[in-house]
């Protein structure tokens, strides 16, 4: 008997329809991988089968009872978690606090503490995360954050558990962890629907695979007999035989060299590396491999204890962002929204910060130079958006671009991207890579770090690992196989 | 694909509209506000229409809209500025002080007061940058500092009497329309509204307020603005000192109380987001108009000063319920 | 414009005219009008006058517009800058602020409006009358009162008003001369408040009495600070009785004073002179003379006394 079906799940906003009749079934124990492109309609079932919002049509039933539910609270009640991709715990409570939060156990009209935190240890160790329940969320990582949401819908007594693109964040070992504990907790009877873009993670752990485009289902799969290109035709509705462009070879000049580079904060020590023009030098390494740390430190974004920098054979002064950017190394960081763009700005400010000093003139900005700036630039890099929309209104892929076409503008020396293309669709992946591609071809040195192993390997020419705040190893492409990239890593 | 060449400044084709329209942007929700106000008391009293009641309007806001353009900036990069009020009392007061106490020549007083203003905004600027107060704290204990600090001058008692030539600028209306303080702040209000909407500087500040981390790695140099715009901020209240000494004839250390947050709503009334990132001087004029007409009309209707209390909080409250629907809408 | 701001808009325009019946009055505008422009409402003293000028404005069958500064003189000259051109026929003006700004009188007297100041006057700029309590006798009646109750010995503390202000100053002059007349009571604390309020007057009794257990006499330079001084008294549980006298004759005072909480405080014709203020205003639009100084006495009210005072405020 399936825990959840769906019969025929329309929704429609406005005059769009995003879900067309929508029927899928998730059996007992069962992880249904549910992929499809930004837009194809994903979150939206995700939101009506845990209660954010009603469907207009079609029906739902739970262990054979009909479900329609009112909201999120009644969703859970039924015994349906739903696991953001952004975390949604209070950082400042504690990690049993969090667990129970909203429900918190009494006695004798005060809070049970010790009997809150045994439970929440008992869940926590039980997923594999040996740390204090009464020390605060704040400073956990990615990682545990995710295992603290997992507990707190397994106390809720979660049977079916909605993970919004889990690994997103997560490096590979803790990625591993992540699917040893979805594999214990479906031989346990927990059902799963795994929304991911990582169609290699989707293979190891889905039952079924079943994919949306443009709000219709269009196909179901048993994942051990799918090639990840008839995936990828079924989501983007064509035959993709190329992810990554052709890269052209370097020229032997080196552009930046940086030498014995130390993080203040020590995130990562001794450090020494060169690229070229036309270059582009992969970053890999698991999460906390001090990866981030290094790039905005060269980016002038964080301060360094020792090392130097060399840019075109002169000294590059350290821990200023505006020196850096002044000379040519900028930076389109790993956090888009925090650290990119401005949300509530039009693309147009947000194209024009960092550039004021090449579009003004004796300190005079007009509005009219901004716009006439930002529609060559959206042209040029095909944003979809107006130069005056906001920010905020356009999906992680276009934000992207913004924040790329930003210093496309600045034609700099060494163009340095931080996990480019997470949390973006296929379609949208693709014009990026097209992008860092031309970048090179246009004799920029381009560093990429990214925690996807496929994309380090497909775009750069030279790889390097670090473990640890470590480097563990410069490999050229033809070295650098999937293996021994992930051994390095690890090691 | 080539991403090649970079645009400059030059090769950009001059497509200039200049209009009311674009004075305005970002002030139409409270205008309408403002207009439908005015529409009001207009039916209600026949003597608010007229034009010496129009030129009282402008002389009472005067004070209030010079701590308000400040203020602007201040909101605009994601602060706040509690001490407004209390800078502005010992401004007054070293005006007043100085030159009674120490026989300090009255243009250079106007001068000290109008620095001590800025020195304030500095030290402010500094405890929030460097010592990494957040701004509501760094600056409640600037306006406790300054506030003791002006009482301190003359323990507590006032300085009357100013030169002629002075009062006279707040009360001697040039061709019967424009006194000096008027001008003063018109003028303030033009340089305000041109440095935010089309220098450079003025459009980082936005950038600061929608995300201090974003503007930081886009190479802004944001302690640096936020110093300066603190010290803006209190150099407008010395300026606003002296606008308020040439009016009372006399200094007090008790003036400016509470001002600072009549201040902060005419920034909001004006469609600035207290988040940061949001506003415009030409918002803060027409917010700073709203509250100067609500007094003004209210008196002239003779509204009873309890239920003036009332209709002015509810105003202020429909006024930002009214603009945030907008910009939703 | 989309529906939304209608709506709003329209949302805003209701809210004005809701409070339009307290825009009445202004349709009515057949009746001569006069302005009070008071200091700060929040004080009792300047609320009585207010009310009983409201009750002899009625009376009379004029119009009495009052507006409250808050105790802020910048808004106290926008209002009587307002006053001026809803063309009001006198003003009653009581200045807001340490001492009185002379800017509102001299507007008004170029707009040929009379004016009357109560309880303070600008001394660069003096209204066509003047009317306020006689502090400085006041005050030393009441320390006469002090000196014979206590036998002339004591320990006497302070609680004075906002420092600068006439009232405060006068109320010092008096009590002083006094105390000048009984050298067995010596004042070995003195501190000022600035709102002059009962719970400014609370806290600065109790730190004074932390520092000076032996204080036996408490002068509040108002009643709210009287009061509160009191309070503190109460509950610092003292092995000795304490004197706690006010000054003002505020509703409360006077209560407390029959309740025997404060020993005495100086009844001023508040009623009286709200009145007399509307009454003054009044001859002078009708042209007639009146004295440039109108100066009142205040009653000493004890607990013997103290009934009449609260039947009928003076």
Request: charged share 15%; proline share 4%.
């Amino acid at each position: 008997m399936a825990r959840l079906s769906l019969r025929g799940i329309t929704k429609s906003y406005g005059a769009v329809t995003v879900l067309h009749g929508i029927d899928l079934d998730v059996r007992d124990g069962e992880l249904v991988a549910l992929l499809g492109e930004n837009g194809a309609g994903k979150s939206t079932l995700s939101s009506i089968v845990s209660g954010l919002t009603p469907p207009d049509s079609g029906t739902m039933s739970w262990e054979g009872a009909p479900y329609a539910p009112a909201s999120p609270g009644d969703a859970i009640r039924h015994g349906l978690g739903l696991i953001h991709q952004e975390m949604r715990l209070l950082p400042d409570l504690s990690i049993a606090e969090n667990v129970f939060v909203g429900r918190l156990p009494m006695r004798n009209g005060a809070i049970d503490r010790a009997f809150m935190n045994r439970r929440a240890g008992e869940h926590l160790r039980a997923l594999g995360l040996d740390v204090s329940p009464s020390r605060p969320v704040r400073g956990l990582s990615v990682a545990a954050q995710q295992q603290v949401e997992i507990a707190k819908a397994l106390t809720l007594g979660a049977r079916l558990l909605i993970l919004d693109e889990p690994t997103a964040a997560l490096g590979l070992a803790e990625t591993q962890q992540l699917f040893a504990q979805i594999r214990r907790l479906k031989a346990e009877g927990v059902s799963f629907i795994y929304v991911s873009h990582r169609l290699e993670e989707i293979a190891q752990i889905a039952d079924r695979v079943v994919v949306l485009r443009d709000g219709h289902l269009v196909a179901t799969h048993d994942t051990a007999q799918v090639p990840v290109s008839t995936l990828l035709r079924d989501m983007v509705g064509r035959a993709i035989d190329r992810i990554f462009p052709e890269m052209r070879p370097p020229s032997d000049r080196a552009v930046i060299r940086i030498e014995g580079l130390t993080s203040a904060a020590g995130a990562f020590r001794d450090i020494g590396f060169s690229v070229r023009a036309g270059e582009v030098f992969g970053i890999a390494g698991i999460v906390g491999a001090g990866r981030t740390e290094l790039v905005r430190a060269i980016a002038g974004a964080d301060p360094v204890a020792s090392g130097t920098i060399t840019l075109d054979g002169d000294a590059l002064r350290l821990g200023r962002p505006d020196e850096a950017i002044r000379r040519g190394i900028v930076l389109v960081p790993e956090d888009r929204k925090g650290q990119g763009v401005v949300l509530d700005h039009s693309i147009a400010d947000n194209l024009a910060l960092g550039n004021a000093d090449r579009l003004s003139r004796r300190g005079w900005l007009l509005p009219e130079t901004v716009t006439a700036f930002a529609s060559g630039l959206v042209q040029r890099l095909g944003v979809k958006g107006r130069p005056e929309q906001s920010a905020r209104s356009l999906s992680g892929g276009n934000q992207q671009k913004v924040v790329i076409a930003r210093w496309v503008a600045r034609n700099p020396r060494v163009f340095i991207l931080d996990e480019p293309t997470r949390g973006i669709d296929m379609g949208a992946r693709a014009a990026i890579y097209d992008v860092i591609a031309a970048l090179a071809a246009d004799g920029m040195a381009v560093i990429v770090v990214s925690s996807d192993l496929e994309e380090v390997l497909g775009l750069a020419h030279t790889v390097m690992v670090l473990a640890r705040g470590r480097q563990m190893g410069v490999l050229p492409r033809d070295a650098a196989s999937n293996v021994r990239v992930m051994e390095l890593a690890t090691a | 694909m080539s991403l090649q060449p970079a645009l400059s400044a030059k090769a950009i084709p001059a497509a200039r509209r200049r209009s009311l329209a674009s004075l305005l942007s970002g002030a139409q929700g409270p205008l309408i506000g403002l207009v439908l106000l005015c529409v009001v008391f207009a039916l209600t009293t026949n003597v608010f229409l007229t034009l010496r009641n129009a030129l009282n309007v402008v002389d009472q806001v005067t004070t209030l809209g010079i701590l308000a353009l400040g203020m602007t900036g201040v909101i605009i990069i994601g602060g706040i500025d509690l001490s407004v009020g209390s800078i502005l009392a010992l401004s007054i007061m070293v005006l007043g002080w100085l030159p009674q106490q120490y026989g300090v020549p009255f243009p250079l007083a106007l001068l000290l007061c109008i620095l001590t203003g800025g020195l304030c905004g500095i030290v402010n600027g500094l405890l929030v940058t460097r010592a990494r107060l957040p701004a509501f704290i760094a600056t409640l204990t600037m306006m406790s500092v300054a506030r003791g600090l002006a009482n301190i001058t003359t323990d507590g008692q006032q300085v009357v009497g100013y030169p002629d030539w002075f009062t006279a600028l707040a009360t001697e209306r040039h061709l019967g329309i424009l006194s000096a303080t008027v001008g003063l702040f018109v003028a303030l209000s033009l340089g305000a509204w041109v440095f935010l909407r089309y220098r450079a500087t003025g459009r980082s500040l936005y950038a600061i307020g929608g995300s201090a981390e974003v503007a930081r790695l886009a190479g802004i140099p944001v302690r640096k603005l936020t110093v300066a715009v603190y010290a803006a901020s209190g150099l407008l209240a010395g300026v606003a000192a002296a606008v308020m000494a040439a009016r009372l004839d006399s200094s007090q250390p008790s003036a400016g109380l509470g001002y600072e947050l009549d201040a902060i709503a005419a920034v909001v009334i004006g469609g600035a987001s207290l988040s940061g990132g949001i506003g415009s001087i030409a918002g803060t004029v027409v917010g700073v108009f709203i509250i100067g007409v609500l007094h003004n009309g209210l008196n002239l209707v003779g509204i009873s000063p309890f239920i003036q209390q009332v209709v002015i909080g509810v105003v202020i409250a429909v006024a930002v319920t009214f603009d945030t629907l907008r910009r939703k809408a | 414009m989309s529906r939304t701001r209608f709506l709003v808009a329209g949302l805003a325009a209701t809210s004005l005219l809701g409070a339009a019946p307290a825009f009445a009055p202004a349709f009515a505008q057949t009746k001569p009008a006069i302005g009070l422009a008071v200091a700060n409402l929040q004080a009792d003293f300047f609320n009585q006058i207010k009310q009983a000028a409201t009750a002899e404005a009625k009376a009379k069958g004029v119009d009495l517009i009052v507006v409250d500064a808050h105790g802020d003189s910048a808004t106290q000259v926008n209002q009587i800058q307002d006053l001026i051109t809803r063309g009001v026929k006198a003003i009653i003006y009581i200045p807001a602020g340490a001492t009185a700004a002379g800017v509102p009188v001299r507007a008004a007297q170029a707009a040929h409006i009379p004016v009357v100041a109560v309880d303070r006057n600008a001394p660069d700029a003096p209204a066509t009358s003047f009317i306020a309590s006689d502090s400085v006798a006041a005050a030393h009646t009441l320390g006469d009162y002090v000196c014979k109750q206590t036998g002339g010995k004591g320990k006497v503390a302070i609680i004075q008003g906002q420092i600068g202000t006439t009232p405060e100053m006068d109320r010092d002059k008096g009590f002083t001369e006094a105390l000048a007349a009984c050298p067995g009571l010596s004042v070995i604390a003195k501190q000022a408040s600035q709102e002059w309020s009962q719970s400014e007057g609370f806290s600065i009794a109790q730190d004074m009495l932390q520092r000076h257990p032996d204080i036996t006499v408490f002068f509040g330079r108002a009643d709210g600070l009287a009061l509160g001084a009191a309070q503190a008294v109460k509950v610092a549980n003292l092995d000795h009785p304490v004197m706690v006298v006010g000054f003002d004759g505020d509703v409360a005072g006077l209560k407390a004073v029959q309740k025997g909480t404060l020993a005495a405080t100086m009844a001023q014709k508040s009623q009286f002179m709200g009145r007399l203020a509307v009454d003054t205003a009044l001859d002078l639009v009708a042209g007639k003379s009146v004295p440039a100084q109108q100066l009142q006495s205040a009653d000493l009210a004890t607990k013997a006394n103290v009934a009449p005072f609260i039947a009928h405020h003076p």
